[in-house]
């Protein structure tokens, strides 16, 4: 891409190139035309007009003049007659005593000026608030009527942690058991009427099983 193409293709490209291209010119003494001629193939007017022109299509608010100063009311008005009185000044010293100017007006006149500011500021929030109305009604239902639903998402149950092992093979995690109930060593008094029955069956049960095994014998010595 030739630089003539570069400077075309962005408008920070052609702003970088004018200030390079002035600063050169003014240290080196040599002419600003002649060397924006070799840098591209249109002049400075025609490229600021194309981005001033791209600007407005892409900001639908660029259509909107911007509010005026009252120093701008009043440069519109002096400069010229400032401009008849020093024809042979530049555009720097136009705007300089232009200012000059401004100081030098009184109070009355100011106000007067101060006027078709606020006047001008008053015309461009109702054209300003135009636009916006009609960009709102151009906007398709169908991007304004979206309805966003959320969708619940299940938390993550946490993985089971393991047990470290230390170098014998043994767990490391220490397991805390819980302390068995307290068991109260006196005895109910239904619990010793259960023991002392017992007891007494057992006692009864023995001479019992003894006069069993010893009938036999005896019966046998009188036969």
């Keep these: 891409m030739s630089i003539s193409s570069q400077i075309r293709a962005s408008e920070v490209h052609f702003k970088l ?9 003014t240290k080196f003494s040599f002419s600003f035309d002649d060397a924006w001629a070799e840098l591209s193939n249109k002049n400075v007017d025609s ?13 639908p608010l660029s259509q909107v003049k911007k509010p005026r ?11 010229p007659k400032v401009q008849t009185a020093n024809p042979k000044a530049s555009f ?3 705007s300089r005593l232009v200012s000059v100017e401004w100081k030098k007006i009184t109070d009355s ?16 929030q109702v054209e300003r608030a135009r636009v916006m109305a009609e960009l ?16 619940p998402v299940a938390e993550p149950t946490p993985a089971p942690t393991k047990a470290k092992r230390s170098a014998k093979g043994k767990s490391s995690a220490k397991t805390v058991e819980a302390p068995a109930p ?6 109910t008094p239904s619990a010793t009427k259960a023991t002392t029955k017992e007891v007494t069956k057992k006692a009864t049960a023995k001479p019992a099983a003894k006069r069993a ?5 005896a019966t046998a010595q009188t036969v």
């Design 69 to 79: 100063t009252s120093f701008s009311f009043f440069t519109q008005e002096f400069r």
């Design 213 to 217: 095994r010893v009938a036999p014998k």
């Design 17 to 25: 190139t004018q200030k390079v291209v002035t600063a050169l010119s």
């Design 92 to 94: 720097g010293d136009l």
């Design 47 to 59: 490229l600021t007009k194309m981005f001033r022109k791209e600007r407005r299509r892409n900001d």
């Design 109 to 124: 006149d100011r106000v007067r000026f101060k006027g078709m500011e606020t006047s001008d500021k008053e015309r461009y």
């Design 182 to 187: 307290a068991v109260d060593p006196t005895p």
């Design 136 to 151: 709102a009604s151009a906007v398709p239902a169908t991007e304004t009527d979206v309805v966003v639903t959320e969708v």
